[in-house]
């Protein structure tokens, strides 16, 4: 049996990093499998490059020609709401995959994130394979969103979107409703959600309520990803051993709204603590910014880091890991924190609750309430050793076997193909 991986890309960001390490999980177990991208960043060869793909010569310059001529097109739809929300959207826009999709051999294709103008759903129809759909956000089921929030018109036919700024039930959001409720009727989607949470809106909403649905968390691997001496952890970066560090971090971790850093500057300057001088905040996924913020204590940007045995070093030389964010499906960050037993504290939302057990291996704080989200800090800080919580990790079941969730995988594969 032979999976073609579908990804807008092989290892940049968190939907990649999820996809890549079920492929490799997968290879491992003796599965044929491929991945197709549009931006690849490995040497892996069984990545595919969707641009080794393209036409060449004036059949070339006229396909570029079109995406020009699409893009103008595509600009001018968004134009007509000027006022909409600074948030991440995506219409159904897209490159033309099917040319290298029929030129590899496969009997299951396995989508991941295809939106951002990476997959064009159409050509779903003439595809004559099993289809599995792992989700890594909403956008699949809604108009236009990867993050619904509050807002449930999914599981209507959106339109009238907040989104959008948009009173009108026939707005952009359900004519791209619209037109996915039509390829998705010529299709049997096997879909597949990482968290309950994601599961269940999906199950709700009205585009996906009519497929099977099976929830399977995303893969660690769990012997990089582990605990170990906090000392040596520090002592490899540099650290001070007997400092509080706090550690916020994802990709975009300061520009990206959703990741909420607003609400982690407001909790931190809550925090009542008794010697703010011996904690320090540690920030990966940024840069430093141009206006430096004050929290009252140091703050070290480490960049963003893509040396996975550096990343695991530190979190193993934080006290604590802090997920701000305001919607989240199976955070990488609180998983591979709590692999590495360092104790995480977000908003109990989203997929959140599936990783983090509240006052347990860390903290779930009320729904964007950062008065709590900083009480969970302070709980935290009184209520943890680090060796304690490893072995309340392990019993816990927070570990995610690599090669448990490959296997759930392949027997899905085997019963749709």
């Not at 968004?78 to 995506?90: A, D, G, I, Q, T």
């Not at 989508?111 to 159409?122: E, G, I, S, T, W």
């Not at 604590?320 to 995480?344: A, D, K, W, Y």
């Amino acid at each position: 049996m032979k999976i073609l991986f579908l990804n807008s890309s092989d290892t940049n960001g968190g939907a990649a990093i999820a996809a890549y390490r079920l492929f490799v999980g997968l290879r491992n177990e003796g599965v044929t499998v491929k991945m197709l991208v549009r931006d690849k960043a490995t040497n892996d060869p069984d990545v595919i490059s969707c641009l080794d793909f393209e036409r060449k010569g004036w059949i070339g310059k006229l396909d570029k020609l079109i995406w020009k001529i699409k893009n103008r097109i595509r600009k001018q739809k968004w134009k007509k709401y000027p006022h909409r929300e600074s948030v991440f959207l995506n219409d159904l826009d897209s490159i033309s995959l099917l040319r290298a999709i029929r030129s590899i051999d496969f009997d299951v294709l396995h989508l991941h994130f295809v939106a951002n103008r990476f997959l064009d759903l159409h050509e779903l129809t003439k595809i004559n394979k099993p289809i599995v759909w792992t989700l890594h956000d909403s956008w699949a089921f809604t108009g236009i969103c990867h993050f619904f929030y509050d807002c449930k018109r999914y599981e209507e036919s959106c339109g009238c979107c907040p989104m959008l700024h948009s009173v009108n039930p026939k707005d952009f959001t359900n004519q791209i409703w619209k037109t996915k409720n039509k390829i998705y009727k010529k299709k049997n989607l096997h879909i597949v959600t990482p968290s309950k949470w994601l599961g269940g809106c999906a199950d709700k909403s009205s585009l996906f309520s009519g497929f099977p649905l099976s929830v399977i968390p995303n893969v660690i691997n769990t012997l990089l990803y582990k605990p170990f001496p906090i000392s040596e952890a520090r002592e490899s970066l540099g650290l001070n051993i007997d400092k509080c560090y706090l550690l916020f971090g994802s990709m975009n971790a300061t520009s990206d709204s959703n990741k909420g850093f607003d609400l982690l500057l407001d909790a931190l300057k809550q925090l009542k603590l008794t010697d703010n001088k011996q904690i320090e905040l540690l920030v990966f996924g940024a840069e430093q910014p141009s206006c430096e913020l004050n929290f009252g204590f140091p703050t070290t940007y480490l960049g963003i880091i893509r040396d996975e045995n550096k990343l695991v070093q530190i979190y193993n030389s934080a006290d604590l890991v802090i997920v701000p964010s305001r919607s989240e499906n199976f955070s990488n960050t609180i998983l591979e924190s709590l692999s590495c037993g360092t104790p995480v504290v977000g908003f109990d939302i989203g997929g959140n609750s599936d990783l983090i057990h509240h006052k347990q291996n860390g903290y779930l704080a009320k729904h964007f309430d950062t008065e709590d989200l900083a009480n969970g800090i302070i709980w935290c800080f009184d209520n943890y050793k680090k060796k304690i919580f490893e072995v309340a990790s392990k019993n816990n079941g927070l570990a995610l076997d690599l090669k448990l969730v490959c296997l759930n995988y392949i027997k899905l594969y085997s019963n749709i193909y």
